[in-house]
């Protein structure tokens, strides 16, 4: 089965621009997952779907960033506008939803914020 | 709050020798835990997790409520077990919340 798919790979912006991430989960995940994962640290999770409602975004430093996934499928991540401290890895994930399942990581997008 | 600690972020063994990844967790209630791993230039994946008891490529680890652990371990490291490895707990809401990862390395 295909995994999952992020795009674009790498993305460099100067503070203040915006940008957007895209994420294709595996076909049938009822769950996204999009984290952040600083350079030393351990993914952080931003913000959780089921399906297309937000489970918990409790991390979601909502006055720059944003993410919808309105169909159920597909999601996007945007930041608008973007700060020197938001330089990091952007990971999306997927999972079938159920309790203490497996997530399945897409390769990442390597933001650079200059 | 939810709290992952793995307190070397850098680990090198001889190929051969027995490797520890030390993982503690804060209590709460039941835990779910999890180890994922990042080889070189691949994606971050599940390597174990707590509640199937099971051994993957040679690495079990045991869930000790008492001292809130679950270190990884394997008997005889071999070079492609050199990786970043992040512990993880489940929260309540089925996301996970990772330690900041011990890099192994197997000294050949």
């Known amino acids: 089965e295909a995994g999952v798919a992020q795009s674009p790979r790498y993305k460099i912006i100067e503070k203040r621009q915006s940008v957007a991430f895209w994420c294709n989960p595996i076909?049938?995940?009822?769950?996204l997952y999009w984290y952040q994962q600083i350079l030393g640290q351990g993914p952080k999770l931003l913000i959780q779907f089921q399906n297309n409602g937000v489970v918990d975004d409790s991390q979601l430093p909502k006055d720059r960033f944003s993410a919808e996934r309105l169909k159920g499928v597909d999601s996007t991540l945007k930041i608008q506008p973007a700060k020197l401290e938001d330089s990091a890895v952007y990971l999306c994930?997927?999972?079938?939803?159920?309790?203490?399942?497996?997530?399945?990581f897409g390769p990442g997008t390597r933001l650079t914020v200059t | 709050a939810q709290r992952v600690t793995q307190p070397e972020k850098l680990l090198s063994v001889f190929k051969g020798a027995p490797v520890e990844l030390k993982c503690n967790y804060s209590y709460s209630g039941s835990p779910e835990l999890f180890w994922y791993v990042q080889y070189s230039r691949q994606r971050l994946q599940l390597l174990l997790r707590h509640i199937s008891r099971e051994s993957i490529k040679g690495f079990t680890a045991d869930l000790n409520k008492g001292e809130t652990s679950f270190h990884l371990k394997k008997p005889f490291a071999q070079e492609e077990d050199s990786a970043m490895y992040y512990c993880a707990q489940g929260t309540g809401a089925n996301n996970l919340f990772f330690g900041t990862g011990t890099r192994l390395t197997v000294i050949p």
């Open positions: 994930a997927s999972s079938l939803g159920l309790a203490g399942g497996e997530q399945y």
């Open positions: 076909s049938g995940h009822a769950t």
